[in-house]
T-cell receptor, first 114, second 111 residues
Framework: DTAVSQTPKYLVTQMGNDKSIKCEQN?????MYWYKQDSKKFLKIMFS???????INETVPNRFSPKSPDKAHLNLHINSLELGDSAVYFC?????????????FGSGTRLTVV | SQQGEEDPQALSIQEGENATMNCSYK?????LQWYRQNSGRGLVHLIL?????REKHSGRLRVTLDTSKKSSSLLITASRAADTASYFC???????????FGTGTRLLVSP
C-alpha cells in the first residue's frame, strides 16, 4: 500500500494552461505539505495544511492554489502555467505539525511546461 | 532563504568505505533530520536527532549534532552500491513546523 500517492507522475503541458496535481495519504497523518524541487535539487516548501487548515503559505504566486477537502487529501491547482513552473512537486505528510517523526514523501510529479 | 548547506556537494567512494556528509545551518532548531533521495524518487526519512541530543545511531548510520557550531554530520559505514543517492539534511523549528532542506550531497558508491 502506497503511503503518500501523487498523481500524475508526469505532466507535460503548454504555457498558459491550468493543471492540477492530486495527493492522498493513508497514514492517518494530520499535516500535509507541498514542496517544489528545482533542477538543482533545491527543495522549498510551498504550503502546509493541518487538519484541512492552511498553516504555511510561503511566498508562492497566487496562481498556485492548494485545496484540502479532508485531512487525507491535499491537491495543488496551478493556473496560467509558466516555463518557470517546470519542476518536480512533492507532496508529504507528517504525524503532527511539529513533524517529530519526520515526513513521508510521495514519489513526486514532474511538471514540464513547454 | 536556504537554511542548510551541505558539504561536500558530491562524494565518490568505493564499496566498503565510510561516507561522511556535513550539514551547517543558520538559526536555532528543534530537530535536524536526514533524508535520502534516489534518482527520480521521493525522499525517504532516515533519522531524526533532537536539539538536546548529540549523537544517534540507526543501523549503519551515525548522526552527530553540534548546536554550538550549528552543524551536523551523517556517517554511513561500510557503504554499499545501493547507498548511491542524494542525501539531504533538514531542520525543524518549534511551533508551526516546516522542514527547511539543505542543498544535498550526491553520493556515488562504486562496486
Amino acid at each position: 500500500d502506497t503511503a503518500v500517492s501523487q498523481t500524475p507522475k508526469y505532466l507535460v503541458t503548454q504555457m498558459g494552461n491550468d493543471k492540477s496535481i492530486k495527493c492522498e495519504q493513508n497514514l492517518g497523518h494530520d499535516t500535509m505539505y507541498w514542496y517544489k524541487q528545482d533542477s538543482k535539487k533545491f527543495l522549498k516548501i510551498m504550503f502546509s495544511y493541518n487538519n484541512k487548515e492552511l498553516i504555511i503559505n510561503e511566498t508562492v504566486p497566487n496562481r498556485f492554489s492548494p485545496k484540502s477537502p479532508d485531512k487525507a487529501h491535499l491537491n495543488l491547482h496551478i493556473n496560467s502555467l509558466e516555463l518557470g513552473d517546470s519542476a518536480v512537486y512533492f507532496c508529504a505528510s507528517s504525524q503532527d505539525r511539529v513533524s517529530r517523526h519526520g515526513y513521508t514523501f510521495g514519489s513526486g510529479t514532474r511538471l514540464t511546461v513547454v | 532563504s536556504q537554511q542548510g548547506e551541505e558539504d561536500p556537494q558530491a562524494l565518490s567512494i568505493q564499496e566498503g568505505e565510510n561516507a561522511t556528509m556535513n550539514c551547517s545551518y543558520k538559526t536555532s532548531i528543534n530537530n535536524l533530520q536526514w533524508y535520502r533521495q534516489n534518482s527520480g524518487r521521493g525522499l525517504v526519512h532516515l533519522i531524526l536527532i533532537r536539539s538536546n541530543e548529540r549523537e544517534k545511531h540507526s543501523g549503519r548510520l551515525r548522526v552527530t549534532l553540534d548546536t554550538s557550531k550549528k552543524s551536523s554530520s551523517l556517517l554511513i559505514t561500510a557503504s554499499r552500491a545501493a547507498d548511491t543517492a542524494s542525501y539531504f539534511c533538514a531542520t525543524g523549528n518549534t511551533g508551526f513546523q516546516k522542514l527547511v532542506f539543505g542543498t544535498g550531497t550526491r553520493l556515488l558508491v562504486s562496486p
